[in-house]
Nanobody, 122 residues
Framework: VQLQASGGGSVQAGASLSVSCSAS????????LAWFRQAPGKERDFVAA???????ALTPSVQGRFTISRDNAKNTATLQMNSLKPEDTAAYYC?????????????????WGQGTQVTVSS
């Protein structure tokens, strides 16, 4: 499985951005797709995940601002980020877990895409 992240960029606080993850190599319709983020000098933290049935989970700091969605036909997952804050600045990584259970720890995910940078200025 190969994951390719795209999107991101630099915006002002309060703006919106989306990052997308495209998977190739196998169908991931039954798998969990997730987004993690990592700021310089910090650990890689869970942001959001969605399972094959469309059930999602988001970390509390982004609830009400971020949404995660997936398109099984296209093997993609998208993280829509609204009302961005400077503390959202990080490299965002997409990940896939072949199990059907949403996990919150990075070590549970089998496949990773490259990071895409999101920078929010005040």
């Amino acid at each position: 499985v190969q994951l390719q992240a795209s999107g991101g960029g630099s915006v002002q606080a309060g703006a919106s951005l989306s990052v997308s993850c495209s998977a190739s190599g196998r169908a991931l319709s039954g798998s969990v797709l997730a987004w993690f983020r990592q700021a310089p000098g910090k650990e890689r933290d869970f942001v959001a995940a969605i399972d094959g049935n469309g059930i999602s989970a988001l970390t509390p700091s982004v609830q009400g601002r971020f949404t995660i969605s997936r398109d099984n036909a296209k093997n993609t997952a998208t993280l829509q980020m609204n009302s961005l804050k400077p503390e959202d600045t990080a490299a965002y990584y997409c990940a896939a877990d072949l199990s059907r259970t949403i996990h919150f720890k990075s070590g549970e995910y089998h496949y990773w895409g490259q990071g895409t940078q999101v920078t929010v200025s005040s």
